[in-house]
């Protein structure tokens, strides 16, 4: 889903949302993102 917990790093999430966007709402520049998958 489009749901997720953020556990640390919300400084990162402030750099993601201070990215300058087109009118379209994408990223000027393209972003580059790894994410972890956590099952229980």
Known sequence: T???EIVEGLDVLDKLMAVRTQS???PVFP???W???VKK
Do not use: A, D, S
């Open 24 to 26: 379209n709402g994408r």
């Open 2 to 4: 489009v749901f997720g």
């Open 31 to 33: 972003l580059k993102m």
């Open 35 to 37: 994410m972890k998958v």
